[in-house]
């Protein structure tokens, strides 16, 4: 059986995204985000939040870079990766991220803050399907139901 490591959110920017550039150029950029969970600690009576590191890569950092802030909602398909490095101090360190395939935007502001809200502007009546005719056009032949068809 293959493996497979998929991660999908949705959240908040917990700050500015950081764009930075490799040696060899390719733009890279870490940002996190916050995610609510499903739960909440009902003795404090508030959500537990989750804060998740991302990086993206390429155009996909420089799309987050320019069009992202605190604040924003985001949408982030990617894969978990652990890295690890020796810091200044000779301690081995290690961080657990999620590297971004996919960054779409989420819910605009007012609508996440209104998420309980019905949508403004929206009226299923005008979305419906269109109305025909039902006389008939003059470039259609009315069969009538007692013919029989040729097939």
């Not at 969970?37 to 998740?52: N, P």
């Not at 996909?60 to 909602?73: I, L, M, T, W």
């Not at 299923?124 to 040729?150: H, K, M, Q, V």
Request: proline share 4%; aromatic share 10%; glycine share 8%.
């Amino acid at each position: 059986m293959a493996d497979l490591n998929k991660v999908i959110l949705m959240g908040h920017m917990t700050a500015d995204p950081e764009l930075k550039q490799t040696t060899s150029g390719i733009s890279v950029c870490s940002f996190s985000i916050g995610v609510n969970r499903r739960y909440s600690k009902a003795d404090q009576g508030q959500q537990s939040v989750d804060f998740i590191n991302i990086v993206s890569w390429r155009q996909q950092a420089e799309f987050v870079s320019r069009y992202f802030k605190k604040g924003s909602s985001i949408i982030v398909c990617g894969s978990l990766q652990t890295r690890n490095w020796t810091d200044n101090q000779g301690q081995k360190r290690y961080v657990t991220e999620v590297v971004a395939d996919e960054v779409s935007f989420g819910a605009p502001a007012a609508a996440s803050q209104n998420a309980g809200e019905k949508s403004q502007g929206y009226t299923p009546a005008a979305y419906g399907n269109p109305s025909f005719n039902s006389t008939g056009s003059a470039d259609f032949e009315e069969i009538p139901n007692d013919e029989s068809l040729p097939f």
